[in-house]
Structure formats: C-alpha cells, structure tokens
C-alpha cells in the first residue's frame, strides 16, 4: 500500500501595524495569560500547524518575551506598509528558512484574531488535507474570517501584482476554488480593533 503524507501547513501571524484605533500596541494586550500576537501563534500551532513565523514592528520585538516552540520573529521595519507587505515578509521567511513543498500549506492570520482557538484551525487544516489545491477560510454564521489557509502552489501570486492591494484579492479572483469552513463560535470573525473589543474578549 502507497503511503500519502500529510503536508505541512506552516503559519504567518501579522502584527507589525500601528493599531491606531486601539490607542496602544494591541499584540502586546494580554490574552489567556501572553501577549495577543503569541496566544494567536499557539492557537494555530496547537491547532496543527507546524510551524508558525510572527511578523512584528520594531517596538513589539524589542517588547515580546520568549517565544514558545515552533514560533520564530520577523521584524517588519515600516508599520505603515499593508498587511500584504507583512505576510510576503512572513512568506519569505518560510521558504528561505525550510522551502514550501507541493503540498503545504500556509495559514494566515491576524494577531487581532484573539478569540480563535485550536478547534477552529484543526477545521480548517482538515479541510486543507482533503482539499489540497483550494484556498480554505474560516467563517461563521456566513461570514468570512481567519485563518485563511493557501496551497503552496499560490506563493508566488501572493507575491505578486495581483496582491498588492490585498490577500482577499487572491480568494475574489478564484471563487471556485474557495472553500468556507464553517466553525460553532464567533472567534474566527471576532477581531480586536477597539478597547471595546478588547472588553468583550475578556
């Protein structure tokens, strides 16, 4: 009997923006006892990912503790570029640092996704495992959220023109190829933007 391994899916957490409509650095804001931008990475990594690369400013770098296993830094150095600009960052860093086989995956996510949890990203990689080629997204109640999970296959798009205005823009342009993973709780949609927010997470 052929044996088929299961690919790897490997994870990015973006958190290098400014978070001006929170008035502070919302990725150093406590969540289930650490800081939001790595409760977000253990979630993923306790979920099934692999691997997961966090893409920080400057100011949060210098201010994270010890990253738990499995999780490695990227500094982005301009807090002003998009999000597109941190996970092309976080990308990199994957594939320089292990190459992206035929088929992996990668699970993208926000650090102001606080309330996902293990549960949610196991749906998702599931999916992933039976669905190969297809982009897969969290959702709840119809809406779309994260993670957001792209084969291997579609790294160079991401790091080309068609993304610059957005990774959404990848999913638009192939709606066939989208699969919606739908998930009981309200986490993968609930991000954290406001100190009323941050308020009802608690």
């Given at each position: 009997?052929?044996?088929?391994s299961q690919p ?81 960052l976080g990308l ?109 997470l608690q």
């Amino acid at each position: 009997m052929v044996m088929v391994s299961q690919p790897s899916i490997l994870g990015i957490v973006t958190a290098a923006g400014r978070a001006r409509r929170m008035g502070a650095a919302k990725a150093l804001l406590a969540v289930r006892g650490r800081p939001m931008v790595v409760a977000v990475a253990a979630a993923l990594i306790e979920g099934g990912v692999s691997e997961v690369v966090i893409v920080v400013n400057p100011q949060i770098a210098a201010a994270l503790p010890s990253l738990p296993p499995g999780v490695r830094l990227v500094v982005n150095d301009d807090p002003d570029t998009p999000m597109i600009a941190s996970v092309r960052l976080g990308l990199t860093e994957h594939e320089r640092a292990r190459g992206l086989g035929e088929g992996d995956g990668i699970a993208i996510c926000p650090c102001d996704a606080a309330g996902l949890t293990a549960a949610d990203v196991q749906r998702c990689i599931a999916a992933f495992h039976q669905h190969r080629d297809r982009i897969i997204i969290a959702s709840h109640a119809g809406r779309r959220g994260h993670p957001l999970i792209l084969p291997a296959a579609l790294a160079a798009v991401v790091h080309s023109r068609e993304c610059d205005g957005g990774l959404n823009l990848l999913a638009r342009h192939r709606p066939q190829h989208v699969i919606l993973v739908d998930c009981p709780g309200t986490g993968p949609i609930a991000n954290v933007n406001t100190p009323a927010d941050y308020e009802r997470l608690q």
